[in-house]
């Protein structure tokens, strides 16, 4: 009987459906937010934008309205960071830690509103949401409403930071995107082999720390137990150096001091790993340009246009079949 109701549980529990009571918490919330902006706090003249001026004032950075709106946008960031950090400060009286604590709600609510407007204006707006910058953005107002349950996380807060990214699309930036671009392409590129040097690494470690258990178990401590010697071989192999655990016999000063030279010359692999990625990366594209200078010969060789957060032009509303003209955007214009 009792593996029967189990069953019947499991069945229950499986037939709930979870995609659409998602949805409908999604919408519920959109349609709140919705209210929130267009009835009541956004000023009258702007309640009548249409999503095709939303969407030119949010993700163009090339018109003076997306431009103005960016930077504000910024400088928001930055003083709401600011102010997390302020409230963090030990000593401060109790009004001010209140106040800061009242301008980081409100610089929450305010994100939130923006973050729903950027869904608003797209017509496919997962394609927003699953992005880059869609991610980051969503990262920087979740902790805080979760802190609602887990007050911790509440310090997650200052991920609103990577916001700042934008700033390259902003001020047209393009050395240092295209430069960003090769060091990310280079770190993708020796992701597997540093994974696979960490592996190593960490083997060591466990056999060092289960040697100096073995060696100093009874005399110290501090090494009470395999992974405590763990730990005290990574401290001691990647150079940090705490000072919580030492060796007191000459034997494992002995192996310490092989640990820490060890140490010194470990450092220095994974940064001529990613290195030579990045060397590759470089001559690649060298050889990439070379390539399409030779065989495009009715166009002039100039260097690429490496921005590639540039927008891409939105068909004139004549050519619309979809009222909403955001409906079709490439995944740069996505920030």
């Given amino acids: 009987m009792i593996k029967n109701a189990f069953k019947a549980l499991f069945r229950w529990i499986a037939s709930i459906p979870y995609a659409e009571i998602a949805r409908q918490v999604i919408n519920f919330i959109g349609d709140i937010l ?9 000023p009258k003249r702007y309640r009548s934008l249409t999503k095709q001026q939303i969407y030119t004032i949010i993700f163009k950075a090339d018109t ?7 930077i504000w946008l910024l400088v928001l960031i930055g003083i709401n960071i600011i102010t997390i950090m302020m409230e963090s400060m030990a000593g401060t009286a109790a009004w001010f830690s ?20 950027r869904i608003y204006c797209l017509n496919k707006p997962w394609k927003y949401v699953l992005s880059f910058y869609g991610i980051i953005d969503f990262l920087s107002i979740f902790p805080a409403w979760l802190s609602l349950l887990v007050p911790a996380i509440s310090t997650l807060s200052v991920l609103r930071l990577m916001r700042m990214l934008r700033i390259f699309r902003i001020f047209k930036m393009k050395r240092f995107l295209r430069e960003a671009r090769f060091l990310m392409n280079s770190l993708r590129r020796s992701a597997v082999k540093v994974l696979i040097f960490m592996m190593f690494v960490f083997i060591i470690a466990v056999i060092l720390g289960a040697t100096m258990y073995g060696i100093e178990g009874e005399t110290n401590p501090a090494i009470s137990s395999i992974p405590r ?14 000072g919580d655990i030492a060796p007191v016999t000459a034997t494992g000063q002995f192996i310490s001091t092989i640990v820490m ?25 060298r050889h990439r340009r070379k390539h399409g200078s030779h065989t495009h010969t009715t166009e002039p060789s100039s260097e690429p246009n490496d921005d590639t ?9 004549t050519s619309l079949s979809n009222p909403d003209p955001a409906a079709h955007v490439r995944s740069e214009d996505l920030m």
Avoid: C
């Avoid at 010697?229 to 705490?242: H, M, Q, S």
């Fill in 34 to 42: 919705h209210r929130a902006l267009f009835t009541v706090l956004l």
């Fill in 309 to 317: 957060t540039e927008p891409e032009q939105l068909p004139s509303k």
């Fill in 229 to 242: 010697g763990v730990y005290w071989a990574i401290v001691t192999i990647t150079t940090v150096g705490y």
């Fill in 261 to 285: 030279l060890l140490g010194y010359s470990i450092i220095a692999v994974p940064t001529g790993i990613v290195a030579g990625e990045t060397i590759e990366e470089h001559n690649q594209h």
């Fill in 98 to 117: 209140w106040t800061m604590r009242a301008i980081g709600w409100l610089f929450t609510i305010l994100f939130t509103f923006e973050y729903y407007l």
């Fill in 64 to 70: 003076p309205a997306g431009k103005k709106f960016d």
